[in-house]
């Protein structure tokens, strides 16, 4: 795959990053941070990275929006980063209909298959990244099931994975002294740039 194009980012808060205040709508976070490597490593390809994080999505509400953030733009490639607030709602909004593993592999399922039928665009499948910056904490623990799920995505659909939440778990166990987040959740400026290099990565191979 030469990587290029029209490359668009969908996802909740984490990819958002302040895009609405960003007079390029591009936000401060990962996708800047890729968008500027791109530009800079490869000066002869042409780049129209496309920024559609929504603070506080879930995975229904992608689904709600997918035929126009995502097959009316009809992008190139389609990164998807999505899961964390699946979870993090069953802890803090318990009391909130809830989307269990099975809702969201059913409607990930059906992302994939919109995109693969109406659009040319290669999927990128981003690992949801943690819940708290403890390995153990409860979060991580019900993040699984919707880690191993993304994996799956991105096996059946012949996608790329970006192994985030791996990446994240292994740089925590480090316990280098430095955070990746702002809250548990949010990415700081490291936080972005383990999300932006570990994505590169994957990409770059294929």
Known sequence: MKLEGRILFIGDSITESGRWKDPEQIGYGYVRLIRDYLITSYPNRFFDVINRGVSGNRIPDLLARWEQDVIDLQP???SISIGINDVWRQLDHPEKEQVYPEQFEQIYTEL??????????RLVFMEPTIIGEDIHSEGN???????EIVQKMARRFH?????????????LQ???????TTDGVHMNSIGNMLMARTWIRAVEKF
């Open 174 to 180: 480090s316990r280098s002294p430095y955070r990746l």
């Open 159 to 171: 996608g790329i994975l970006v192994p985030t939440h791996r990446v994240f778990l292994e740089y």
């Open 112 to 121: 994939a298959l919109q995109t693969k039928e109406k659009t040319k665009a």
């Open 76 to 78: 190139d490639i389609v």
């Open 141 to 147: 623990k019900k993040l699984l099931p919707y880690v």
